[in-house]
Structure formats: structure tokens, C-alpha cells
């Protein structure tokens, strides 16, 4: 982990939530130091680890199909944490997301065709479905 005079602390808003505060010695977030790194890190994630060429344009279409409730079988609780973990990655590699929930096997037929029929794939780096 880099030190460059860096403190971390970690607070809660009023939701709860934790967030990383970083306290900087010098005045780095004017400088744009902080979002240069920030971008720097996510490139390189996605050429070396991900294998994601940083092409201008659309990167992908994702096609996300979250079944919970079933007939025959009992309900699937604690699923939407996966999806939204996915959701979240995949917007954050610059997809295009569409997100659809407890569909039907008709209903899951007709939401990938109509994924299909999408204009957009033709601008579109990578399809996932």
C-alpha cells in the first residue's frame, strides 16, 4: 500500500455506511492526483487483469436475468446481492446493463431476443449474457 503522507479513516454517515476519508498533507484532490491515480488503477485492471482493450466507444451489452420466486422450488433470498455486485462492475467497465427480474422461461426467451434485436450491439465491444 502507498504512504504519501496519507491517514486513512474510516467514518459513517447517517445511513450507517462506511466510507474511506483520505486526509492529504499537501493539496492533491486540486491537482487532480487523486483521480489520475484513481483512473490510472482502472485501466490497468481492466488491460491486464480484466483483458479489456480501453477502446473508444461502447465496451458491451450485459443482459442480467435475476430469478428469485419460483414454482416448484422455494424462493432464493439474498440473490440481490450478487446481482447488484454484477450490475455495479459491469457499469463500472463502461457496459450498457439491462436488467430484468423474475421472468418466466417464456419470459426469459422473449427478454434475450429482444436483447438480441438491440441496435446497439452493433456499436458494442463484447455481449454477455
Known amino acids: ?3 504519501f503522507g496519507v491517514e486513512h479513516h474510516y467514518e459513517s454517515d447517517e445511513s450507517g455506511s462506511s466510507s474511506l476519508e483520505l486526509e492529504y498533507g499537501s ?3 486540486d491537482s487532480g492526483l487523486l483521480e489520475s491515480i484513481k483512473k490510472g488503477a482502472k ?4 488491460k491486464k487483469v480484466m483483458k479489456i ?11 442480467i436475468i435475476e430469478n428469485v420466486n419460483f414454482v416448484r422450488f422455494s424462493q432464493r433470498t439474498g440473490s440481490w446481492a450478487n446481482t447488484s455486485k454484477m450490475r455495479r462492475l459491469l457499469a463500472d467497465i463502461e457496459y450498457t446493463v439491462i436488467y430484468k427480474r423474475n421472468l418466466s422461461a ?11 434485436r438491440r441496435p446497439e450491439h452493433e456499436e458494442a465491444q463484447r455481449v454477455t449474457i
Open 43 to 46: 485501466r490497468l485492471f481492466l
Open 53 to 63: 482493450e480501453l477502446e473508444e466507444g461502447p465496451r458491451g451489452m450485459a443482459l
Open 1 to 3: 500500500m502507498f504512504q
Open 106 to 116: 417464456q419470459g426469459m426467451m422473449d427478454a434475450v431476443q429482444s436483447f438480441a
Open 27 to 29: 493539496d492533491f484532490t
